[in-house]
Nanobody, 119 residues
Framework: QVHLVESGGGLVQPGGSLRLSCAASGITFTYYTMSWYRQGPGKERDVVAS??????????NYADSVKGRFTISRDNAKNTVYLQMNSLKPEDTAGYYC??????????WGQGTQVTVSS
């Protein structure tokens, strides 16, 4: 059974930092591109950052709104993907979701973790 479990969300002041983690089980982690999405109140779920599997180069991509502030990384030995979020803004407030996409195109989602940026 596949599980993706996000953690690390919480309440932070503007300008602060958080690191989200997504621990995967039940999958061969190295076969998957890992992504972080977010969904704010009344908004669609949008991709924030992604990192490909090592055999595809381990390359990263970011939404324009987070470039230079967020960093995605993965630890294949721990089956975990991270999202380091710096210089947080109130508009970063959202539920953050982890997605695993297999190279054969099937996908799994986590349940999400809430990030609230407010003074």
């Amino acid at each position: 059974q596949v599980h993706l479990v996000e953690s690390g969300g919480g309440l932070v002041q503007p300008g602060g930092s958080l690191r989200l983690s997504c621990a995967a089980s039940g999958i061969t982690f190295t076969y998957y591109t890992m992504s972080w999405y977010r969904q704010g109140p009344g908004k669609e779920r949008d991709v924030v950052a992604s990192i490909t599997r090592a055999s595809a180069g381990g390359s990263t991509n970011y939404a324009d709104s987070v470039k230079g502030r967020f960093t995605i990384s993965r630890d294949n030995a721990k089956n975990t993907v991270y999202l380091q979020m710096n210089s947080l803004k109130p508009e970063d407030t959202a539920g953050y979701y982890c997605k695993a996409r297999h190279y054969l195109a099937y996908e799994y989602w986590g349940q999400g973790t809430q990030v609230t940026v407010s003074s």
